[in-house]
Nanobody
Framework: QVQLVESGGGSVQSGGSLRLSCAVS????????MAWFRQAPGKEREGVAG???????TYADSVKGRFTIAQDNTRNTLYLQMNSLKPEDTAMYYC??????????????????WGQGTQVTVSS
């Protein structure tokens, strides 16, 4: 059974930090490209960051220099370190898996598996 379980969300003030985790099980991690997405109320889902099994990363322009995606392949865990958080980062954050060597980190329609999401709220 495939499972992606996010944790680590919460409420912080502007300028604060959070680290999200995504525990992955039920599929061969090396066969999938992994990414984080977010969706704020009334807005479309958007890609935040992606990472290949080999470690190559990509980021949305809005989070470059503030967020870092990482993986621990021995523990099948994906991370998103979020620093210098802004109110506009407030959203539900999801990790997702795409069954290809590489997938775009944009709308998420290519992604096969999704977690349930973890809420991040940043107050000014």
């Amino acid at each position: 059974q495939v499972q992606l379980v996010e944790s680590g969300g919460g409420s912080v003030q502007s300028g604060g930090s959070l680290r999200l985790s995504c525990a992955v099980s039920g599929f061969t991690r090396s066969n999938y490209y992994m990414a984080w997405f977010r969706q704020a109320p009334g807005k479309e889902r958007e890609g935040v960051a992606g990472i290949h099994i080999a470690g190559t990363t990509t980021y949305a322009d809005s989070v470059k220099g503030r967020f870092t995606i990482a993986q621990d392949n021995t523990r099948n865990t994906l991370y998103l370190q979020m620093n210098s958080l802004k109110p506009e980062d407030t959203a539900m954050y999801y990790c997702a898996a795409c069954e290809k060597w590489w997938c775009p980190v944009t709308t998420g329609y290519e992604y096969k598996y999704w977690g349930q999401g973890t809420q991040v709220t940043v107050s000014s």
